[in-house]
C-alpha cells in the first residue's frame, strides 16, 4: 500500500540544475533500499542512482559526478539533484522502493514500489 510520488521535474536548459523529489506515503525509506530509474524515449528503464537502507549510494556511469541522491527520513522523501544536466539526460525519471542492494548496486524485486514519474526535459 505503499504510494510513491515523484516530482520535481520540468525544462530545463543544458547545463541546469533540478531536483526531483520522490515523496513516500509513509516512513519507509529508513527500512528500504531505493532506487532512481529514468525511460528516455524509445529506451528501457534504466537504473541511473540509488540508495541502500544504510545510505549507500550508487550512480551509472553517465551520471556520477553529476547526479546526487539524499534522503530525509523525517519527511519521508527522497531526492535527486541533478545539476550539468545533459540533452541525454532527458527522460521521465521513476522511482523504485523496496528492492535489493547489492554488489554496490540496486536490484528491482516484485515486491518493490514505482511512482508515476516525473518528466525531465533538457533543451536548449
Known amino acids: 500500500q505503499v504510494q510513491l510520488v515523484e516530482s520535481g521535474g520540468g525544462l530545463v536548459q543544458p547545463g541546469g540544475s533540478l531536483r526531483l523529489s520522490c515523496a513516500a506515503s509513509?516512513?519507509?525509506?529508513?527500512?528500504?533500499?531505493m532506487g532512481w530509474y529514468r525511460r528516455a524515449p524509445g529506451k528501457q528503464r534504466d537504473l541511473v542512482a540509488a540508495?541502500?537502507?544504510?545510505?549507500?549510494?550508487t550512480y551509472a556511469d553517465s551520471v556520477k559526478g553529476r547526479f546526487t541522491v539524499s534522503r530525509d527520513n523525517a519527511q519521508n522523501t527522497v531526492y535527486l539533484q541533478m545539476n550539468s544536466l545533459k540533452l541525454e539526460d532527458t527522460a521521465v525519471y521513476y522511482c523504485?522502493?523496496?528492492?535489493?542492494?547489492?554488489?554496490?548496486?540496486?536490484?528491482?524485486?516484485?515486491?518493490?514500489?514505482w511512482g508515476q514519474g516525473t518528466q525531465v526535459t533538457v533543451s536548449s
Open positions: 509513509g516512513s519507509i525509506f529508513s527500512s528500504n533500499n
Open positions: 540508495m541502500s537502507i544504510g545510505g549507500s549510494t
Open positions: 523504485n522502493v523496496g528492492g535489493t542492494f547489492f554488489g554496490g548496486n540496486y536490484h528491482r524485486s516484485s515486491g518493490s514500489y
